[in-house]
Structures are given as C-alpha cells and as structure tokens.
C-alpha cells in the first residue's frame, strides 16, 4: 500500500515528493495524504529491526494539525447532505432523461 501512495504522489518526505525506495532518517517530516486528509508525521528514530503495527508509535509523532480533520468532518456531513437517488424532486438530467424516454415511444 505505500508504494502504490509514493507511485501515485500521495507521499512526501521535506515537502519533496518521494519514490518507494527512499531512505528514511530521523528528524524527517512525512506529509501522507489518505482519505482526502493530509497527515504529517515527524521521525523520531529508526527502530534496528522490523517491528510490529503496534510500536511504531514510539518512532514517530503525529503532526497532523486539528484542522485537517476538522475539513474532512465537514466533507462527511457535505456527502450526506445530497439527496439519495429515487428521492425528492427530480434533478434537470433527471427531467431531460424522462423527456427523452417519453419522445422514445
């Protein structure tokens, strides 16, 4: 999944837009944009081996300012605001595409 993030441009390391294979140092800032939000994490340290999910939070930090998600809240509530189709009034491509199917016959 991140390398298909850095092949799309999704991921940035110093403002630079990074391929998969870049090295990773500590004090470096992540810029990740995922779910149309844009996180920023900071790099701590870089573990001697793999671990697991679970502790990387000790390697990093999260940076995303509270705002990002704010945004991505007002997206939410946006998306939900459209009506559903099939409900309410009939939209102008609704109405063109009933005219259509009626001139049909």
Known sequence: MATEACKKGHVEINGQTVKPSREVYPADKIGLRKN???YELTVLDIPASRVGAKLT????KDTTPPEAFESAELLKYAKDHYRKKGTGRPTKKDRRDIDDYLDDE
């Open 36 to 38: 149309q939000i844009n």
């Open 57 to 60: 939070d000790i390697y990093r």
